[in-house]
């Protein structure tokens, strides 16, 4: 099983709908968690953190399941520019932190 | 926010030469940072993790000779390809964590693009 798992899509939504993306990790001593987003032939750029009481940002809201393991990102009013790819990233906190990525869910928002 | 720099964005090489990157960060000190590679559509690969001062840490299945890393200075870390092949052209990545308590986002460079013909 690998470490950090995701649908990689595409999700095809038109503009307006609201979209989902899930992703499961393996190691229950994880502690950070994160969504980033990254742009065709771009670097990835941090999206938002993860926070175990879940959180907000705009049209975005993260959430964290540790019981079963999963992070989820829920957009709403879905934009033309959101379209891209989004990676989930887990990460060991402590003195050895090493962010481990997922594939990435690709998300195409069309007119 | 954090800003990290990369050198170059794009290269073209021969097969069998070697290539450098460079990946700085610009305001903060970095005693970590990571070197990543991404081939199309996939994910992020860690290829290893280079500490100021000490030897970097690769991970497993990455060869420590053909990708020489440097980490001489708290702002620079540099990644070598020696004798590249046209299976090592990919997308070279590398980012850094800038200090702080509970500090683990990461900051990326804009990526280095390699092409071996």
């Known amino acids: 099983r690998k470490e950090v798992e995701q649908d990689p899509g595409p999700f095809n939504v038109p503009e307006g709908a609201t979209v989902a993306f899930n992703c499961t990790y393996s190691?229950?001593?994880?502690?950070?968690f994160f969504w980033y987003r990254q742009d065709c032939r771009k670097e990835p750029k941090l999206l938002m953190s993860?926070?175990?009481s879940g959180n907000e940002d705009g049209r975005f809201t993260a959430q964290l399941n540790r019981a079963s393991q999963y992070i989820s990102l829920l957009i709403r009013d879905s934009k033309l520019s959101d379209s891209a790819t989004y990676l989930c990233?887990?990460?060991?906190?402590?003195?050895?932190?090493?962010?481990?990525f997922g594939r990435g869910t690709s998300l195409i928002v069309h007119p | 926010g954090a800003v990290v720099s990369q050198h170059p964005s794009r290269v073209i090489c021969k097969s069998g030469t070697s290539v450098k990157i460079e990946c700085r960060s610009l305001d903060f000190q970095a005693t970590t940072m990571f070197w990543y590679r991404q081939f199309p559509k996939q994910s992020l690969m860690l290829m290893a993790t280079s500490n100021e001062g000490s030897k970097a840490t690769y991970e497993q299945g990455v060869e420590k000779d053909k990708f020489l890393i440097n980490h001489a200075s708290l702002t620079l870390s540099t990644l070598t390809v020696t004798s590249a092949h046209p299976e090592d052209s990919s997308f070279y990545i590398c980012s850094a964590n800038p200090p702080g308590a509970g500090s683990y986002e990461q900051y990326f460079g804009p990526g280095t693009r390699l092409t071996v013909t």
């Open positions: 993860v926070y175990s």
């Open positions: 190691n229950s001593a994880s502690q950070s």
């Open positions: 990233v887990v990460a060991l906190s402590g003195g050895s932190y090493i962010p481990t």
